[in-house]
Structure formats: structure tokens, C-alpha cells
């Protein structure tokens, strides 16, 4: 990942980064605020860590001027503050998550990588098109199969739309399990299959063509052919999924 941190510390900043960068990530460190605009100018990042207590300018007021600017990179909040009302300011500010100061590096890298995940299910993004097969719009939450609308339940399509991100690729249920339901979810590798079938029920019985694969012993795979990618301008998006209606 490549990794934005935002923290006045230079102690705690010297050891976050040098930890971060031994887990293989790239980490740019910014003192201040005004700082970081600056490296985020230059650059473009997977990942945020923004202190909220800094000199001049707030974590919090950082955050808000980042989304203003429809910058949609996953914000990690680190602050000693630890009320409810604080851990509600700062994700009405736009904050994806919040540690509390101190905290174990283990809970830092398991909430980065979290965020990680949910970033790349982000289906605000863009909408997937392949052929005239499947359409996948991950802002309206609509799927069209063959030109006919399919309703999903949020679940179903929270698989399909990672499978979408990933088609052909063979995914393990343990794949499934890490990105769809988390791997603290309380789930058996039965349950994964159970929501692939009510999948297929939806999206290849009722068609000559299937689209999702069992590979015996290994996953699942989403088997679609002429992916077109429409980002995030929503008006082309809808035009193009209308040439599918």
C-alpha cells in the first residue's frame, strides 16, 4: 500500500513508518497539514493516517477539506481521544475508522488492511459491463443479466460485485469469506456456498449461458467475457446501462 501519514509526533512518526515500511508498504510522513496537501498534490495514495491532535491545522479539519474534494482514499484516525462523541465527530467528518492512542501496531495493520479490502469493493467507483452478459452498477447497486434486471440481496451482491472485480480469476471460499464477510465473521466455508447458490438461482438459471463456475476443490469464478470498465461519471455510466435495459 501506498501510505499517507499525517502525525506532528516525530518520534511516534519515525516508528510508524519505519514499522510500515518493514511490512512492505511505501509510507510518505508529513509533520502538519499544509504538509501533507502538498504530498497528496504529487501523488496519489491507498491509504490516510491522519493524527487529529496537530499544530495550525486538525486531523478532523483535514479530513473534512479531503472530501470536499470528493477524495474518496480511506481515512484511518488516530487520536488520544477516546469518547463517544469524539469517535462520532470524527466519522461525521469523513473518517473511515479511528484508533485509539496507545494502541498495538498488530491492530493498526489489521485496520489498514480492512479498509484496504473495503476500498477495492468500493462501488461508488465505477459500474463493470462485459459484453452484453452482465452489467454490475456499484452506485445504484442494480445488476442486468442478458438486458433483464436481477434484485439482489445485499450479501449476493456483495459477492458478485467482488467477483466482478476479479473475473476469471479462480477465488478460494476463504477469499470470499476475507473480502465479503470479513475474517472475523462468525461464518463456515457452508455459507459461502449456500449464498453462491442463491446467486446462480438468480443469475444463471434462468439462462442458457452460465457465467459462475465451480473449479472442484479449489473456488468459485466469475466467467464473463468483454469487460468494459465505466468510471465514476455517472451520467456515462447510466448511458451505457441503458444500452443494456
Same mark, same amino acid.
Given at each position: 500500500?501506498?501510505?499517507?501519514?499525517?502525525?506532528?509526533?516525530?518520534?511516534?512518526?519515525?516508528?510508524?513508518?519505519?514499522?510500515?515500511?518493514?511490512?512492505?508498504?511505501?509510507?510518505?510522513?508529513?509533520?502538519?497539514?499544509?504538509?501533507?496537501?502538498?504530498?497528496?498534490?504529487?501523488?496519489?495514495?491507498?491509504?490516510?493516517?491522519?493524527?487529529?491532535?496537530?499544530?495550525?491545522?486538525?486531523?478532523?479539519?483535514?479530513?473534512?477539506?479531503?472530501?470536499?474534494?470528493?477524495?474518496?482514499?480511506?481515512?484511518?484516525?488516530?487520536?488520544?481521544?477516546?469518547?463517544?462523541?469524539?469517535?462520532?465527530?470524527?466519522?461525521?467528518?469523513?473518517?473511515?475508522?479511528?484508533?485509539?492512542?496507545?494502541?498495538?501496531?498488530?491492530?493498526?495493520?489489521?485496520?489498514?488492511?480492512? +479498509?484496504?479490502?473495503?476500498? @477495492?469493493? $468500493?462501488?461508488?467507483? =465505477?459500474? /463493470?459491463?462485459?459484453? *452484453? &452478459?452482465?452489467?454490475?452498477?456499484?452506485?445504484?447497486?442494480?445488476?442486468?443479466?442478458?438486458?433483464?434486471?436481477?434484485?439482489?440481496?445485499?450479501?449476493?451482491?456483495?459477492?458478485?460485485?467482488?467477483?466482478?472485480?476479479?473475473?476469471?480469476?479462480?477465488?478460494?471460499?476463504?477469499?470470499?469469506?476475507?473480502?465479503?464477510?470479513?475474517?472475523?465473521?462468525?461464518?463456515?466455508?457452508?455459507?459461502?456456498?449456500?449464498?453462491?447458490?442463491?446467486?446462480?438461482?438468480?443469475?444463471?438459471?434462468?439462462?442458457?449461458?452460465?457465467?459462475?463456475?465451480?473449479?472442484?476443490?479449489?473456488?468459485?469464478? +466469475?466467467?464473463?467475457?468483454? @469487460?468494459? $470498465?465505466?468510471?465514476? =461519471?455517472? /451520467?456515462?455510466?447510466? *448511458? &451505457?446501462?441503458?444500452?443494456?435495459?
Amino acid at each position: 500500500m501506498h501510505i499517507l501519514l499525517v502525525e506532528d509526533d516525530r518520534k511516534l512518526g519515525e516508528l510508524i513508518q519505519y514499522k510500515l515500511n518493514k511490512q512492505l508498504n511505501q509510507v510518505e510522513w508529513a509533520l502538519d497539514a499544509e504538509n501533507a496537501m502538498e504530498f497528496m498534490e504529487r501523488s496519489t495514495f491507498d491509504m490516510y493516517i491522519l493524527d487529529w491532535m496537530m499544530p495550525h491545522k486538525t486531523g478532523i479539519e483535514l479530513c473534512k477539506e479531503i472530501r470536499m474534494k470528493k477524495d474518496r482514499t480511506p481515512i484511518l484516525m488516530l487520536t488520544a481521544r477516546d469518547s463517544i462523541t469524539d469517535r462520532v465527530q470524527g466519522l461525521n467528518a469523513g473518517a473511515d475508522d479511528y484508533l485509539v492512542k496507545p494502541f498495538a501496531f498488530e491492530e493498526l495493520i489489521a485496520r489498514l488492511h480492512a +479498509l484496504y479490502r473495503r476500498k @477495492e469493493t $468500493n462501488w461508488e467507483a =465505477d459500474t /463493470k459491463i462485459f459484453g *452484453d &452478459i452482465l452489467v454490475v452498477d456499484y452506485g445504484t447497486y442494480e445488476v442486468k443479466r442478458n438486458g433483464v434486471a436481477v434484485p439482489l440481496s445485499r450479501r449476493e451482491f456483495q459477492l458478485l460485485s467482488f467477483m466482478s472485480q476479479h473475473p476469471k480469476q479462480i477465488l478460494s471460499r476463504e477469499q470470499l469469506i476475507d473480502h465479503v464477510w470479513g475474517l472475523d465473521a462468525e461464518i463456515t466455508l457452508n455459507t459461502v456456498d449456500a449464498t453462491i447458490k442463491l446467486l446462480r438461482k438468480k443469475l444463471d438459471d434462468p439462462f442458457s449461458d452460465k457465467i459462475i463456475h465451480n473449479v472442484r476443490g479449489l473456488g468459485y469464478r +466469475l466467467v464473463v467475457e468483454g @469487460e468494459i $470498465n465505466v468510471q465514476s =461519471d455517472k /451520467k456515462a455510466a447510466d *448511458d &451505457i446501462f441503458r444500452q443494456y435495459s
